[in-house]
Every structure is written in C-alpha cells, then in structure tokens.
C-alpha cells in the first residue's frame, strides 16, 4: 500500500471538482506522513507542524512590496488551525482553535477559468484557490515519498498498514 492512492484520490477530486472531498482528505495527508515518519512523536499538533515547516512552508512565503520583504501567507500553526477547523468541525474560521497565530479565517474559491484567485491576505483572512493548495500538499507530499518514504524500509513496513479499499468484483475476500 502506497500513499500515494491517497494522493490520486485528491486529485481525482479536484478533477471531478470535488472540493470538498479534495480538501478534506489533502489536509489529512500530511497527518498521514508525519505519523508514519514520527510514530513515537504523540503530540499530533506537533508532527503536523513540522511536516508542513518542511515540506510546504516556503511555498507560502513570499517577497512583496518595493523592499522585497518576506512575507508568510500561511504558517504552521494557522495550517494546522485550518486542519483542526475543517476535519473536527466543517469551518474555515479558525479563532477558537488555540493552534492559531496569525489568521481568523480562510476564503476558498474554485477555479473560474479567468485566471487564478489564490494566496490574497485582506486583514487576517487568506483567500485561497481551492485547487491550487490541495495540489500544492500533493506536489508536497510527492517530495516526502522521495525523501522520506522510498529511502526507509521501516515507515514502508508502517505505510503498508495504511487503510485499503479492496474491489471485490468477480471474488469474494477478506
């Protein structure tokens, strides 16, 4: 068993304009991938945190402005917030979630065809383009197959204990 499935069924989603369903299971993923790297590690809060710092936080950081300045659209912590709002509790706002820092709320928008419409800040809320940031946590989580999971016999023993759906067409089998 691959994680990688579970990456097809995110993008899968986004092509069938799932959004919802896309969403969902692209911010468990990296729940998935620090487990299997960090079992021992029992803060979840934690693991996540750390996986996004290395795999997608530079994604989300840019220069802005005549001086260039760096700026962090989206931090550990408000991405964990927003996993937290959004798994638990089916919200983009994530003020009563104590992981915040920096960011109340999220915008998520479909893609419109007229261009894109992702990684806008107006005060404390990020508007994001729904399929651009689940295919940025793919591209992510592909980074960590590469860097982590292909180059470790023991989180590919764990990643085989991940969930299977087995199609049972013509057979019956457990």
Not at 37 to 46: A, D, K, Q, R, V
Not at 137 to 149: M, T
Not at 157 to 162: K, P, S, W
Request: charged share 25%.
């Amino acid at each position: 068993m691959s994680i990688k499935v579970f990456v097809d069924a995110v993008r899968k989603s986004i092509n069938e304009q799932n959004w919802y369903a896309a969403l969902a299971l692209a911010l468990a993923l990296p729940d998935m991938c620090s487990k299997l790297e960090s079992p021992n590690l029992l803060n979840t809060g934690m693991r996540y945190k750390n996986w996004y710092n290395k795999y997608m936080l530079l994604k989300y950081t840019r220069k802005i402005g005549a001086n260039e300045t760096t700026h962090v659209f989206l931090n550990a912590d408000d991405f964990y917030a927003l996993r937290c709002s959004y798994l638990h509790q089916g919200s983009q706002d994530i003020t009563g979630q104590k992981a915040r820092k920096i960011l109340e709320d999220f915008n998520f928008v479909a893609p419109h065809g007229r261009g894109t419409i992702h990684l806008n800040k107006l005060n404390n809320t990020l508007q994001l383009q729904v399929d651009i940031f689940c295919e940025d946590i793919c591209v992510a989580i592909e980074r960590w197959i590469n860097d982590v999971l292909d180059n470790n016999d023991k989180i590919k023993e764990r990643a085989e204990l991940l969930l299977t759906i087995k199609c049972l067409e013509n057979t019956f089998s457990l």
